[in-house]
């Protein structure tokens, strides 16, 4: 028989989750001049991205508002680490492309994310991250749905 979970249990849980993955972002990633957030973004680009690629592709990849990413760039443009390079074909596109900054410090920060990904992750098996990888997209798919209902109705 299957324990019935409240739900608030499960939201309290993935909230709890956010949080300490968060912290563990800062204690582990955070640099003088940058959050873990900031760090772990640059990471983000360093393994998808060594060549650049656009904001509009970011957004859909990673999942969040052009808005927010924009401001995230911004940040880690006026740090040095990020930089624009104009597409010829078309001046309205921009392409975020990692600096000589970024590249000359990338390995020690893609060093310093396997260590903490391996800490987090190391305790689950193979069949277990695949089914926690499964139920985070299911749960980020189901939010995507109540949230287009949302946009519909306002």
């Known amino acids: 028989m299957i324990k019935e979970i409240p739900e608030e249990e499960l939201i309290f849980l993935l909230k709890k989750i ?3 993955l968060e912290v563990r972002l800062e204690k582990e990633l955070r640099k003088r001049d940058m959050s873990g957030t900031q760090v772990y973004f640059l990471v983000y680009i360093l393994r998808h991205h060594p060549k650049g690629t656009y904001i509009t592709e970011l957004c859909r990849e990673i999942g969040i508002s052009k808005a927010t990413l924009s401001a995230l760039v ?3 443009r006026e740090k040095g680490y990020l930089c624009f ?3 010829p074909e078309d001046i309205r596109k921009k392409k975020v492309v990692p ?3 970024l590249t000359a410090e990338g390995s020690e920060l893609l060093r310093q994310a396997e260590q903490m990904e391996s800490g987090i992750c190391g305790m689950l098996n193979g069949k277990e991250k695949q089914r ?3 139920l985070e997209h299911k749960i980020l798919k189901g939010l995507s749905k109540i949230e287009d209902r949302q946009e519909v109705t306002v």
Do not use: F, H, M
């Open 18 to 20: 956010s949080i300490d």
């Open 99 to 101: 600096t000589k900054k």
């Open 85 to 87: 390079r104009e597409n």
């Open 74 to 76: 911004k940040k880690l």
């Open 132 to 134: 926690l990888c499964e």
